[in-house]
C-alpha cells in the first residue's frame, strides 16, 4: 500500500503517460483489489494503466466527516452529498494533465456496459469513475459534470467500487500488452454478438464419479475448417437458447451484410 494520503491512492509508477483510470470513492483502500492481479494486475505495475482512487471522505464539510444526507421526499437511506463530489471532481480537475476523460457514474439505471463500450474507453486515454454508495448520488453533480450512467446488470450490490472492478477490468484487458495472444480477444464471448463456444483440455478421456468424459472428436482431428465450423455451429446454438436477444442482432447482422 502506497503511503500517500487516502485522499488520492496512486497505484503504479503516476507517470501519466498510460492510460488514466481515476475512481471516486467512500474507500479508496478497496483499490487497486482484484484490479492488482493477474494480466491486469501486471500491466498496472508496468504502467501500461496507472489507477488513482479519490477518496471522497476527504471533501466532508462536517466535523464528523459525514459524506451524504437524508433525501428529499423521504425514503430509506442516504444520498451522496452533491457538493462532496463537486470538490473531489474539482480538486482532480485541476491536477489531471487530461480533464476531458470519459466520466462515468456506475448505477443500477445506468446504460448496460458492453463490450463495445469497453473497447471505446480502451481506445481513449482513461476514464474518470464515480462510484456511489447507499441510496446513489444526488443527480445534480451526475447532470452538472456530464456523467454517462452505466450498469454492469438489472441488480444491485453494495457499491459501485465493485462495479467498477468490472468496468476497468474489462477495458484494461483490451489495452496493448495486457494479454499474451491477440487472437484471444478476437474470439471471446459477445465478439460477434455470440457466446463462446464450449472450451477443452487435456487429458481427452476424464474420468469422474464412476462416468467417461470425452473430449468432442472434431477437436482431436486437427483439421481446422471443420473446427472452425463446429465452434460456430455451438456459439449460434447456445447464443440462441441463453441469449435470445443477442442471436437476434447477430441474425441481422448476418443479413445485412
Partial sequence: MSDLPLDVQ???KGKYSSWQAHVLTAFPQMFPGPLGFSNVGKALEKDIWSLEAHDLRQFAT????????????????????????A?????????SENAALPRIYVSPKGKPFTAKRAKQLAAGAGAIILCGRYEGV???VIDSYGFEEISIG????????LASYVLLDATVRLLPNVLGAAASLTEESFEHSLLEYPQYTRPALWQN????FTVPEVLLSGHHARIAEWRLQQSEAITSQVRPDLFARYQARKHNR
Fill in 138 to 140: 444526488d443527480q445534480r
Fill in 10 to 12: 496512486k497505484i503504479g
Fill in 209 to 212: 464419479q464412476g462416468q467417461d
Fill in 62 to 85: 462536517t466535523s464528523y466527516g459525514s459524506i451524504d444526507d437524508t433525501p428529499f421526499g423521504g425514503g430509506a437511506g442516504m444520498v451522496i452529498c452533491p457538493h462532496i463530489v
Fill in 154 to 161: 438489472d441488480y444491485v450490490i453494495s457499491g459501485g467500487e
Fill in 87 to 95: 470538490s473531489c471532481m474539482d480538486d482532480l480537475l485541476e491536477k
